[in-house]
């Protein structure tokens, strides 16, 4: 079934303590007690959250639809598959062993969130890629090496842009972002 964000559920389902952190890091709520309240109590939070300012609540909100969206296992193992290529050996391993002791899908997501931002992009991509509904495969390509040099990326993307602007009129501003999964790139 699918899951459905509402600001409600997910303060609901975050630990009071990761809201806190979450919070603190954004500078507000730095008087309202968290310890005060029991885990899933959420209208006093609720409503300090409504007397914060539109603009910030559409911009905070938006990073708790990405943080919701990362809060499955299929979000974990994108967590757990960027964090390869940051973390090596024992390193790596601790990493993966606390994040999968946690009780709930919703605390690797946030805690990857608030501490791990240098590979939250990335999990993020590859979530989005595999939940992709198909790919469009092409079979008939030469296995090579991905070149993912400077001058290999800007001429990739140079082409990406031109073949789109001529047969369907965008793709003006085209980024290729190299990412390395397990030891694929």
Same mark, same amino acid.
């Given at each position: 079934?699918?899951?459905?964000?509402? #600001?409600?559920?997910?303060?609901?389902?975050?630990?009071?303590?990761?809201?806190?952190?979450?919070?603190?890091?954004?500078?507000?709520?730095? =008087?309202?007690?968290?310890?005060?309240? #029991?885990?899933?109590?959420?209208?006093?939070?609720?409503?300090?959250?409504?007397?914060?300012?539109?603009?910030?609540?559409?911009?905070?909100?938006?990073?708790?639809?990405?943080?919701?969206?990362?809060? *499955?296992?299929?979000?974990?193992?994108?967590?757990? =598959?960027?964090?390869?290529?940051?973390?090596?050996?024992?390193?790596?391993?601790?990493?993966?062993?606390?994040?999968?002791?946690?009780?709930?899908?919703?605390?690797?997501?946030?805690? #990857?969130?608030?501490?791990?931002?240098?590979?939250?992009?990335?999990?993020? *991509?590859?979530?989005?890629?595999?939940?992709?509904?198909?790919?469009?495969?092409?079979?008939?390509?030469?296995?090579?090496?991905?070149?993912?040099?400077? =001058?290999?990326?800007?001429?990739?993307?140079?082409?990406?842009?031109?073949?789109?602007?001529? #047969?369907?009129?965008?793709?003006?501003?085209?980024?290729?972002?190299?990412?390395?999964?397990?030891?694929?790139?």
């Amino acid at each position: 079934m699918a899951k459905h964000y509402t #600001t409600n559920q997910f303060f609901r389902q975050t630990p009071n303590e990761l809201l806190r952190a979450y919070f603190w890091q954004k500078g507000l709520f730095l =008087d309202f007690n968290f310890n005060g309240l #029991t885990e899933g109590e959420i209208e006093p939070l609720f409503s300090a959250w409504l007397d914060i300012p539109e603009s910030d609540r559409q911009t905070i909100d938006s990073e708790f639809k990405e943080i919701f969206e990362m809060s *499955c296992e299929k979000g974990f193992c994108a967590i757990r =598959d960027e964090a390869e290529f940051h973390f090596q050996g024992l390193e790596l391993a601790e990493f993966v062993e606390k994040m999968a002791s946690l009780s709930s899908h919703e605390e690797p997501a946030m805690i #990857t969130f608030l501490d791990h931002q240098s590979f939250w992009r990335g999990a993020t *991509c590859f979530y989005h890629a595999d939940s992709l509904a198909y790919w469009k495969k092409r079979q008939n390509l030469p296995n090579v090496t991905a070149a993912v040099d400077e =001058d290999s990326i800007k001429q990739l993307a140079k082409l990406i842009s031109e073949y789109f602007h001529l #047969t369907e009129g965008r793709g003006r501003n085209c980024i290729v972002e190299p990412f390395r999964r397990h030891d694929l790139d």
